[in-house]
C-alpha cells in the first residue's frame, strides 16, 4: 500500500513556475503507477499528469502538454510536477494518486490519494 503526500504548492503569479512534490509512504513503490489531477473551485476533479512504473511512459492533459512535465525517483519514492507558464486557470488543489499497475487518465482507476495542496496562480 502507498500513501501519496504532497507537498511544494503556493501563490505563484502568472507565467512562474512551481515544482510539486508527492512522496509515496509505505513499504513498496515498486509497481505503482503515479498520477496529478487537479480540481478548481466549482469544478470537477480533473486529469494533469500521470507516469507509469517505468518512467518511460507518461501521459498530460491537453491543457497543461508543453508546460508541465511529470517526474518520479523510484529509490527515493518521490513524484514531481514541474509546473512552468503558469496561468490563473491553473489555479487548484492539486492531488497526487497512485495504482498498481499502468499509468491511467482515469482518476476513477487510483486506490491511493493524497490530501492535495493548494496551487494559486494570480493575473
Known amino acids: 500500500q502507498v500513501q501519496p503526500v504532497e507537498s511544494g504548492g503556493g501563490l505563484v503569479q502568472a507565467g512562474g513556475s512551481l515544482r510539486l512534490s508527492c512522496a509515496a509512504s509505505g513499504p513498496t513503490f515498486s509497481g505503482y503507477s503515479m498520477g496529478w489531477f487537479r480540481q478548481a473551485p466549482g469544478k470537477d476533479r480533473e486529469f494533469v499528469a500521470a507516469?507509469?512504473?517505468?518512467?518511460?511512459?507518461?501521459y498530460y492533459a491537453d491543457s497543461v502538454k508543453g508546460r508541465f512535465t511529470i517526474s518520479r525517483d523510484n529509490a527515493k519514492k518521490m513524484v514531481y510536477l514541474q509546473m512552468s507558464s503558469l496561468k490563473p486557470e491553473d489555479t487548484a488543489v492539486y492531488y497526487c494518486?497512485?495504482?498498481?499497475?499502468?499509468?491511467?487518465?482515469?482518476?476513477?482507476?487510483?486506490?491511493?490519494w493524497g490530501q492535495g495542496t493548494q496551487v494559486t496562480v494570480s493575473s
Open positions: 507516469i507509469s512504473w517505468n518512467p518511460g511512459v507518461t
Open positions: 494518486a497512485a495504482r498498481i499497475g499502468y499509468a491511467s487518465t482515469n482518476q476513477n482507476q487510483y486506490n491511493y
